[in-house]
């Protein structure tokens, strides 16, 4: 808290867990967590001996074009591309958000889930 906002790239394992190494001291900080197809999740964590484990919560599917909002626009994009798989003429991975390798109705599912929701912003002081 107090200082400029810094971009990690991670990736989580099978069970959704990740590690980040920042080199941060110990204190406050706020965090916040966005994936290309999903909605931000944010919130504040306390490290500890350089260490911190906050639990992140679900994001949310949906965001095909990566704006942070599920709209008309994501909507469009897997409309454009339900039925498809991957290697399909007209397929969109980014519409794929259970990443099965098709675009179907479990995706519809989840974008709509998410429909005309945004993620949550960054709170920095």
Same mark, same amino acid.
């Given at each position: 808290? @107090? @200082?400029?906002? $810094?971009?990690?790239?991670?990736?989580?394992?099978? =069970?959704?867990?990740? +590690?980040? $190494? $920042? !080199?941060?001291?110990? @204190?406050?900080?706020?965090?916040?967590? &966005? !994936?290309?197809?999903?909605?931000? /999740?944010?919130?504040?964590?306390?490290?500890?001996? =350089?260490?911190?484990?906050?639990?992140? @919560? +679900?994001? #949310?599917?949906? %965001?095909?074009?990566? =704006?942070?909002?599920?709209?008309?626009? %994501?909507? /469009?994009?897997? &409309?454009?591309?339900?039925? +498809?798989?991957? !290697?399909?003429?007209?397929?969109?991975? #980014?519409?794929?958000?259970? #990443?099965?390798?098709?675009?179907?109705?479990?995706?519809? +599912?989840?974008? &709509?889930?998410?429909? =005309?929701?945004?993620?949550?912003?960054? $709170?920095?002081?």
């Amino acid at each position: 808290m @107090g @200082g400029a906002p $810094t971009n990690y790239n991670v990736a989580t394992d099978a =069970s959704g867990f990740f +590690t980040a $190494t $920042t !080199g941060l001291p110990d @204190g406050s900080y706020n965090w916040r967590l &966005k !994936g290309v197809i999903n909605l931000a /999740n944010a919130g504040t964590l306390s490290m500890s001996a =350089s260490i911190a484990s906050p639990e992140i @919560g +679900t994001v #949310r599917a949906g %965001d095909a074009n990566n =704006s942070d909002n599920v709209s008309v626009v %994501d909507f /469009n994009m897997i &409309k454009a591309a339900f039925g +498809t798989g991957v !290697g399909w003429p007209g397929y969109d991975d #980014r519409a794929n958000f259970n #990443r099965d390798g098709a675009v179907n109705s479990v995706d519809f +599912t989840l974008l &709509k889930g998410s429909f =005309s929701q945004a993620g949550s912003p960054l $709170t920095c002081p």
